[in-house]
């Protein structure tokens, strides 16, 4: 029997776009952040780690899904800021992600903003 096989293993199913300002980031992760995808968003949140941006906003609205994986980026990204005197906001969930951060408690140690718009006025 013949299986076909739905959807790819690869990063291709997760695009990660940048918007910097002088001294915070917008970073918008557009399909599914996982195992397989996590490195591309982990490199776009080090990269900016690095060059001393504080302030993170997370736009969510255009993630399809995130597992543990992705979940932990996020983590990882928000400690380091955090360190850095600023923080990672996340903006724009879809009930399927948000539910991912309600049940593990992550959204309680995340700023959460119903959209970007609200996100980038605080």
Same mark, same amino acid.
Request: hydrophobic content about 45%; some cysteine; overall charge negative.
């Given at each position: 029997?013949?299986?076909?096989?739905?959807?790819?293993?690869?990063?291709?199913?997760?695009?990660?776009?940048?918007?910097?300002?002088?001294?915070?980031?917008? &970073?918008? $992760?557009?399909? %599914?952040?996982?195992?397989?995808?996590?490195?591309?968003?982990?490199?776009?949140?080090?990269?900016?780690? %690095?060059? #001393?941006? $504080?302030?993170?906003?997370?736009?969510?609205?255009?993630?399809?899904?995130?597992?543990?994986?992705?979940?932990? &980026?996020?983590?990882?990204?928000?400690?380091?800021?955090? #360190?850095?005197?600023?923080?990672?906001?996340?903006?724009?969930?879809?009930?399927?992600?948000?539910?991912?951060?309600?049940?593990?408690?992550?959204?309680? &140690?995340?700023?959460?903003?119903?959209?970007?718009?609200?996100?980038?006025?605080?």
């Amino acid at each position: 029997m013949d299986r076909e096989v739905v959807g790819t293993a690869g990063r291709d199913r997760l695009e990660v776009a940048v918007r910097r300002y002088s001294m915070s980031a917008v &970073v918008t $992760p557009s399909g %599914e952040l996982d195992h397989h995808t996590a490195d591309l968003l982990r490199e776009a949140l080090d990269q900016l780690a %690095e060059d #001393a941006i $504080p302030t993170v906003v997370i736009d969510c609205s255009n993630l399809e899904f995130c597992d543990s994986t992705g979940l932990n &980026v996020l983590l990882g990204a928000r400690l380091k800021a955090e #360190a850095a005197g600023g923080g990672v906001h996340l903006a724009g969930m879809k009930p399927t992600v948000a539910r991912v951060f309600e049940i593990t408690g992550a959204d309680a &140690v995340f700023t959460v903003h119903e959209t970007l718009d609200d996100a980038l006025k605080e």
